[in-house]
């Protein structure tokens, strides 16, 4: 079975200093892991995706993750917060072995609150 | 281009009654799931769909709930004699095909309201 964790509930940064956000996955095989925000009464909104290849994926916004395979870790970055990064952040994952299927499994998600 | 589409946005209905939330996904997808999300959780696999066909249903509740995809393109996701547990937002996402890594992009959601 797939599963992610989103160990932070909350993560408050003030703008312009670097945010992190932190995801944790379990797999049978390899995974697909994704990040989403979801801004209040939106959908989910695609930021980026490990596939495979490099570790460090950027994707849109300024937004970094880098996949740790030891870990079994995919934390998304931002060097610099803006106070409209405040949202709430999703990872997922799936599993690459065919058994998985195609659904994604989703963290709890965390809440970033950028303060001026 | 145009984005994944959810009609309505918003439903409030009454314990016991059927309900139809409406997918329309991203033109040329092929693929099209169905997620729901609870207060303050993630969202949770329900369905997708290849095509016509129903490749995957393992996270549909009980049988109260089925989608049906009769042209591959718009899919309706069906909720008989809804319970008040049915209360959720409920979101599509399409993906070009189903291969590998393919990312799916969402809709804005239906928030189901069962009173």
């Known amino acids: 079975a797939q599963s992610v964790a989103q160990p932070e509930d909350q993560v408050n940064v003030a703008e312009g200093n670097p945010l992190t956000v932190k995801c944790t996955y379990s797999v049978s095989g390899n995974p697909y892991l994704f990040w989403y925000v979801q801004y209040p009464n939106r959908g989910l909104q695609f930021l980026l995706k490990?596939?495979?290849?490099?570790?460090l994926v950027k994707g849109s916004y300024g937004f970094e993750a880098e996949f740790n395979k030891s870990q079994t870790s995919f934390h998304l970055k931002k060097p610099s917060a803006l106070v409209s990064d405040s949202a709430l952040y999703f990872c997922a994952v799936r599993d690459m072995i065919k058994a998985a299927g195609n659904k994604l499994t989703f963290g709890g998600g965390t809440r970033v609150l950028v303060k001026p | 281009g145009a984005g994944v589409s959810q009609t309505p946005s918003n439903k409030v209905t009454e314990k016991g009654k059927y309900v139809e939330l409406r997918c329309d996904p991203i033109s040329g997808h092929t693929a099209l799931y169905w997620y729901r999300q609870s207060l303050g959780q993630g969202p949770e696999f329900l369905i997708y769909?290849?095509?016509?066909?129903?490749?995957?249903d393992s996270g549909l509740p009980n049988d109260r709930f089925f989608a049906v995809r009769p042209e591959g393109s718009v899919s309706t996701l069906k909720i008989q004699r809804t319970e008040r547990g049915d209360s959720a937002v409920y979101l599509c996402?399409?993906?070009?095909?189903?291969?590998?890594?393919?990312?799916?992009?969402f809709g804005p959601g239906t928030r189901l309201t069962v009173l």
């Open positions: 769909f290849q095509g016509t066909g129903a490749a995957d």
């Open positions: 490990y596939i495979t290849g490099d570790n």
């Open positions: 996402a399409s993906s070009l095909t189903l291969s590998n890594g393919d990312t799916q992009y």
